[in-house]
């Protein structure tokens, strides 16, 4: 992801609605102070002020500072999920959707939305509001990835027994451990090796095949 700050929250433009267009320069204003102050630093009157509006304009449209902070966020980093998610309703097959959402976590991280990310679950410890809202946006993320998963057990893609929560935490623990091992500076891996190893992983919970042949029996 190269986009600029500016231009991850793309303007309605003068066709479109007033408070859409509005909605965007908040978001996008917010991006940036977060993303330079942290959660706690971040003001309201400061977020306004660069996005060329008052706080009214924030306080009419967001239910405050917590509920902005998540918008940030997916304005920042959803795009290409969302976009893989959408490759299952046109038909990609759920194999190539987990492996590309696996391969996908060792793409160059946009700094701006890990530090969006980090700042959402600092924050959670000490402002329940984040909190409730960073759950609730994982559990909608949680139930997208299961509705996939679900597809591909109904499919035969996907081994039926295996537990369809128990898949998507996992894909959730990988994910944001990516995101606090890059914070500190650790290596992602060789890719080809990645890459080979989320695609054993992919394999591992397609259904058991059965024995191609009989067993070799012996005349009595």
């Not at 706080?55 to 918008?71: C, N, Q």
């Not at 998963?149 to 994910?175: S, Y």
């Amino acid at each position: 992801m190269g986009e600029s700050v500016s231009s991850i929250v793309e303007p309605v433009g003068a066709e479109g609605p007033a408070e859409d267009d509005t909605a965007g320069r908040l978001v996008a204003a917010a991006i940036e102070v977060f993303a330079e102050k942290g959660y706690d630093g971040a003001g309201v009157a400061e977020i306004a002020r660069r996005a060329g509006l008052s706080t009214g304009a924030i306080y009419s449209r967001f239910s405050g500072k917590a509920e902005l902070l998540l918008e940030a966020i997916a304005a920042a980093g959803g795009g290409e999920l969302d976009r893989l998610f959408a490759q299952a309703v046109e038909g990609a097959s759920v194999a190539d959707i987990l492996a590309a959402i696996g391969t996908h976590l060792i793409d160059s991280p946009d700094p701006t939305n890990r530090a969006l990310l980090l700042e959402a679950f600092a924050a959670a410890r000490r402002d329940p509001d984040v909190a409730l809202l960073l759950r609730a946006a994982l559990e909608q993320r949680a139930a997208e990835m299961a509705s996939l998963l679900e597809g591909g057990k109904a499919d035969g893609l996907i081994d039926p027994n295996l537990d369809t929560a128990a898949i998507v935490h996992f894909a959730h623990a990988v994910g944001l451990g990516f995101v606090l091992s890059g914070a500190v500076g650790v290596d992602t891996p060789d890719p080809a090796a990645w890459n080979e190893l989320i695609l054993r992983v992919v394999g591992s919970v397609a259904p058991a095949t059965l024995p191609t042949t009989s067993p070799t029996t012996t005349d009595p």
